[in-house]
């Protein structure tokens, strides 16, 4: 390619934009895989599972005729109730125990997950149309489509009222007790148990957000979760738990060092070279902490 | 009661050992000929599972229903033994193993995909079973030397040349230059060589040549190269997925690409999905409905197509076609061979010369159909209504194509 990115500059313009609307959709599935984690220390194996559900909700509103991007309404609101389903029948037998056994659990519910969408909605790939249009910039030669532009912006907002939720509503303080200490949570009178349905409920209906935004600008199939679950797993690790500005960036980053490498090294290395960079920070994070422990010493 | 559970346990152990030493000999059963076929009902695959499985039933039902199959003097009828592979490659052997020393299979059908037909075929080959097989199109299929395999589709390779050829036609004879993109998967990266060696052919040359990951579903940057470069035709194979996400984002960032060729037009239903944004994209397929071939069985395309619309509710895509056909096949070559011993039905199956309504079929040595090209149709819309039309091979045209494709500013 002779790094086709240098010899045109304004590439390097549209790869960054191009990065920054597709990690800002990463980070706010992150963002529920953060929050379940951090509170009730499960690893979600499910949640690219969960994204996807939310995302044939708009599509089936679609095909009744409705505009696909009222999923973004309707969707987190049936999502939550999934979520707390789940927690009712499968996920509170598995909270306080290794988390070997939650990581098989979910993987479970996602197997579950896949053949009852595949059975229901069918092997078929399909989109949901937005007809949103495109917006050009410097005289053509940059593109975005604005369904981008409205998922990125619809995921902002979303996250914005999570974080306002969590610091200001009962149940908000309550879930950030549970996740400092269940057990201090406990003996000062909140009912953890609750706390962790209602984390796991909002942890689905982020995935409802994120999942109708992906039936507008990506493409949606009952086992296309996957690559969902390891972004967001990604994100936190690098982000760290507890920590919404760093999955912001973490997100957003790593959408646009994907982009970038798509130039560089060419779309075959893309995702493998997101993972050498997972494999980097976390080699970087652990020489770092040795050497506190040595400053310690 | 201790004694009696002893003694059922020793009795069901016999019994189990017994059916796997003593298989049942199915192959042909009174007046039934017994295939065995492992398609995927559920998984993945599950739609052009049923697709293919509902092939294979119309044209079991329609060859019984007119007189079935003559040997020495005899009519039999066929009747398909079918198991669910779960769209899993070992599930499919461990199947093929089952039907074989199970249920006696002696011959038996393809299923859905180059992936699971790879997984069975040294099965059937180690096995001696004839199969006919019309979903698997890997080249890889056709260099391994297999003796027992026939597949009524073209290869992989075979899927776009056409379009490269015409391309450097619609040039005036002289070299293009080619952006590709295709998903690293067995069945595109076949369609890539095709690709391609026809570049080399023709001189063309490559300037864009991603391949994208299995679990990508966005292609922005390979457009964004494809706009930075302005290539004379752009490639695009990743089945369903890749179809369906270069359309959308070759029509939301405003692509403009005097040819855009792709496969899985059909698979995808981009037609109905996208509308007018798919229009004018050329789509390289098996088969298509308006094809003017014949045979006594169920007439030229169009009148199959009715049929099967018919019967099962839908228009059959081509995997349906290509499925009925292979029954076509297997009906021919146990007339000629006038034999239900499988070596001499694979040597009738070897030396097939005929024409069905899908496609006239002949297979070379290594059990690839040469006789039959690939067609290329064009998505062209009549206000909202998208249809797919034969552009190539020009023999079967129902329209011209439409080159170069209008910029998106004029549509």
Redesign the interface.
């Known amino acids: 390619?002779d790094f086709?990115i240098f010899?045109?500059p304004?590439?390097i313009v549209?790869?960054s934009l191009?990065g920054l609307l597709?990690g800002v959709l990463f980070a706010l599935v992150a963002y529920g895989m953060a929050l379940q984690w951090g509170v009730m220390n499960i690893i979600n194996v499910a949640q690219g599972e969960l994204v996807i559900l939310g995302g044939y909700i708009a599509y089936f509103l679609y095909t009744a005729g409705v505009h696909p991007a009222f999923g973004i309404l309707v969707s987190p609101i049936i999502m939550y109730f999934v979520g707390v389903g789940m927690y009712r029948t499968v996920i509170f037998r598995v909270v306080n125990r290794d988390l070997f056994i939650s990581i098989l659990a979910t993987f479970g519910i996602s197997i579950l997950a896949q053949?009852l969408m595949?059975?229901i909605f069918?092997?078929?790939?399909?989109?949901a149309?937005s007809n949103f249009g495109?917006s050009f910039l410097f005289d053509?030669m940059v593109?975005l489509?604005n369904?981008?532009i409205f998922s990125a912006v619809v995921s902002i907002f979303f996250a914005l009222i999570i974080v306002l939720y969590m610091k200001y509503s009962k149940l908000g303080r309550a879930i950030r007790a549970t996740a400092q200490n269940a057990r201090a949570a406990r003996i000062l009178g909140v009912d953890t148990d609750r706390v962790y349905a209602a984390t796991f409920g909002i942890n689905a209906a982020i995935c409802g957000v994120a999942g109708a935004l992906i039936a507008i600008t990506?493409?949606l199939?009952?086992?296309?979760g996957?690559?969902y679950t390891?972004r967001s797993f990604m994100i936190v690790i690098v982000a760290g738990l507890g920590n919404l500005p760093g999955v912001a960036i973490s997100g957003i980053g790593l959408g646009i060092f994907e982009?970038f490498s798509?130039?560089l090294f060419?779309?075959?290395f893309?995702?493998a070279c997101v993972f050498l960079l997972l494999v980097i920070i976390l080699v970087y994070r652990r020489f770092k902490l040795s050497r506190k422990r040595e400053y310690l010493k | 009661m201790k004694i009696f559970s002893k003694i059922l346990v020793i009795l069901s152990s016999i019994a189990f050992v017994l059916s796997l030493i003593s298989p049942v000999t199915a192959k042909v059963v009174g007046d039934k000929i017994v295939l065995g076929a492992a398609v995927s009902l559920?998984?993945?695959?599950?739609?052009?599972g049923e697709h293919t499985k509902n092939g294979y039933n119309m044209a079991v039902q329609r060859i019984n229903d007119m007189g079935g199959v003559k040997v020495n003097g005899k009519s039999y009828k066929f009747e398909i033994i079918y198991y669910d592979d779960e769209s899993d490659s070992s599930r499919a052997a461990q199947l093929a193993e089952r039907l074989i020393k199970q249920d006696g299979v002696e011959f038996m059908l393809g299923p859905y995909s180059s992936g699971l037909t790879k997984a069975i075929a040294p099965v059937t080959e180690e096995n001696q079973i004839p199969m006919v097989e019309a979903n698997g199109a890997s080249r890889s299929l056709f260099t391994k030397g297999y003796k027992y395999l026939f597949a009524v589709l073209s290869a992989a390779n075979q899927y776009l040349e056409v379009a490269i050829d015409l391309a450097v036609e619609k040039n005036g004879g002289n070299p293009i230059n080619l952006a590709m993109?295709f998903e690293?998967d067995a069945f595109s990266q076949d369609v890539r060589i095709g690709v391609i060696e026809a570049a080399e052919r023709t001189g063309s040359k490559i300037t864009?040549d991603?391949?994208?990951?299995k679990?990508?579903?966005?292609m922005?940057?390979?457009l964004?190269?494809v706009?930075?470069?302005k290539p004379d035709v752009l490639v695009v194979s990743g089945?369903?997925?890749g179809a369906?996400?270069a359309i959308?984002?070759i029509a939301?960032?405003?692509v403009d690409v005097p040819m855009l060729a792709m496969t899985h037009c059909d698979a995808?239903?981009l037609a109905k999905?996208?509308?007018k944004n798919s229009e004018y994209a050329l789509c390289a397929a098996q088969w298509h409905k308006t094809l003017t071939y014949e045979d006594s069985f169920f007439g030229d395309g169009m009148q199959f197509d009715k049929e099967f619309t018919e019967i099962y509710g839908y228009a059959p895509p081509y995997q349906a076609a290509e499925s009925a056909a292979a029954l076509l096949v297997f009906k021919d070559a146990f007339e000629r061979a006038n034999s239900f011993e499988r070596s001499k039905v694979r040597d009738a199956l070897a030396k097939t010369d005929m024409q069905t309504f899908y496609g006239n079929i002949k297979f070379s040595d290594a059990g690839q159909n040469v006789a039959k090209p690939m067609v290329l149709f064009q998505v062209r819309c009549d206000g909202d209504n998208c249809e797919n039309k034969v552009v190539a091979p020009t023999k079967w045209a129902s329209t011209k194509l439409v080159h170069p494709i209008p910029k998106w500013s004029d549509r």
Not at chain 1, 221 to 224: G, I, K, Q, R
Request: cysteine-free; hydrophobic content about 30%; proline content about 5%.
């Open positions: 390619m086709l010899q045109n304004i590439l549209q790869a191009d597709l053949q595949n059975t069918g092997s078929d790939v399909v989109i149309q495109t053509y593109t489509p369904a981008k990506f493409t199939h009952p086992y296309v996957l690559p390891v982009e798509d130039y060419g779309t075959e893309r995702i | 559920s998984g993945k695959y599950s739609t052009n993109a690293q864009i991603d391949k994208l990951p679990e990508l579903n966005d922005a940057a390979t964004a190269k706009k930075a470069t089945h369903s997925k369906l996400t959308r984002q939301e960032m405003k995808s239903k999905q996208h509308g």
